[in-house]
């Protein structure tokens, strides 16, 4: 090989080189997706003298990430889809027979693990009065230099959504503690000789759209709610924030209930834009006179067993769900004289849902029967847990479960 060949291998092995260095510098520098594809772009049109240049990668579709020396907007409309997913070589494509291919000379598919990942189309390439041109003699390269940019880009990516994915880890987790908070625990629910009350809560996903909550009114009232925001996740727990909120500033003593489901209708109408809505059950319950007040506002009917009777009482009397109309145009109030110990069982939808295992039925059966009996509702509700394995991840759990249960003596 004469010294003039080798000088010019020589040259032509230092600038390979010496591109590939600049680009793994970039990389191991953690430069951003748009620094890297500028370095990209100037090692082809300033060291291989490329005028036109588009690069496409897939995401969830393909976009095109960078386009340089294109001075009409449609030259860059390529359907990849139909146009580029037969090219699995390097393909001079001047005389293809699509219209917007031919403005470009060469396409260059990249294909990582066997899949198309990027194509890279160059046009208007510098052409040697003699030989070849230098653009065409690099074709292999530029592919090899594609593909560590691909590469490199896509692991900003993925790295990038992984810090998105950590960063809403740590918001869900820090609102299921605050949802914790605001949902009673049991062993802050009464328990004495006129009332026992104990609940059981679980979402479906961190955070949940349930909500149950006791107030003591007077020292012989109580009252008591359950409810289900329409839908699941993040927003639904910040419309029920809200709605808790409210129902805790407005229930008090003095107010009807009639009162109480008018004025938290006007609120989550004002909160939700009418975009969600949530059903209600809210009671009040005397000791001394002994009877029951309630709305049921679209909510899944609770269950009233009177013992020494052994009879079933569903909870109907109510209104529409809560956000669901401007103004509620019939509200009836419920009203029920418990004359002898009596057990209450509130639930969301989740738990109806779960036992029929195809999420449209209201069959209440299995509920019914592990309540009616003369055990306490503790051990009623354990006992539903048990059977439907709420606890052991079951597959048919697709919801939130919420259960109320009050014992009354």
């Known amino acids: 090989m004469s010294d003039k060949a080798s000088i010019k291998r020589l040259k032509l092995t230092t600038f390979k080189l010496r591109s590939l260095l600049h680009i793994t510098q970039a990389i191991n520098e953690n430069l951003t997706q748009e620094e890297l594809l500028e370095r990209y772009e100037r090692i082809l049109k300033e060291d291989l003298s ?193 709605f808790q909120a409210n129902l805790r500033a407005l229930f008090t003593h003095e107010i009807s209930l009639l009162a109480l489901v008018e004025k938290l209708n006007e609120r989550v109408l004002h909160a939700a834009n009418g975009e969600k809505f949530i059903t209600l059950f809210v009671g009040k319950y005397n000791f001394k006179t002994r009877e029951l007040e309630y709305i049921n506002a679209g909510h899944n009917q609770p269950i009233l067993y009177k013992i020494k009777e052994k009879s079933l009482v569903f909870l109907d009397k109510g209104c529409v769900g809560i956000g669901m109309l401007d103004e509620i145009p019939l509200i009836r109030k419920g009203s029920e004289l418990i004359e002898e110990p009596a057990k209450i069982l509130c639930y969301t939808d989740g738990l109806v849902e779960l036992m029929d295992g195809r999420g449209v039925s209201t069959e209440t059966s299995e509920i019914e029967a592990c309540l009616s009996n003369d055990r306490s509702i503790e051990d009623n509700i354990e006992n539903i847990i048990k059977r439907q394995k709420i606890l052991e991840d079951a597959t048919s759990i697709f919801d939130d479960i919420s259960i109320l249960g009050i014992e009354l003596f």
Not at 53 to 76: A, F, M, P, R, V
Not at 132 to 146: A, D, R
Not at 205 to 219: A, Q, R, W
Request: proline residues 3%; glycine residues 6%; hydrophobic residues 40%.
């Open 50 to 242: 490329i005028g036109k240049l588009i690069l496409y990668k897939l995401d969830e579709e393909w976009k095109c990430i960078l386009s340089s020396g294109i001075t009409d907007e449609n030259q860059k409309n390529i359907n990849v889809e139909e146009e580029l997913l037969s090219y699995d070589e390097i393909s001079f494509v001047s005389s293809s027979q699509s219209s917007t291919l031919s403005n470009y000379d060469i396409v260059i598919p990249v294909i990582h693990n066997g899949k198309h990942v990027a194509f890279v189309i160059i046009g208007d390439i510098d052409e040697e009065g003699e030989g070849i041109s230098p653009t065409i003699k690099h074709l292999n390269f530029i592919q090899t230099l594609s593909n560590i940019i691909i590469v490199a880009i896509e692991n900003i990516r993925l790295f990038n959504e992984s810090l998105k994915q950590e960063a809403m880890k740590k918001e869900l987790e820090l609102a299921s503690k605050m949802q914790n908070m605001l949902i009673p625990h049991t062993f802050a629910l009464p328990n004495n000789d006129k009332i026992h009350i104990t609940a059981f809560y679980h979402p479906h996903l961190e955070v949940g759209g349930d909500y149950y909550d006791y107030i003591e009114l007077s020292k012989h009232e109580i009252g008591f709610c359950i409810s289900d925001v329409s839908g699941k996740g993040m927003s639904a727990a910040l419309l029920m924030s809200n």
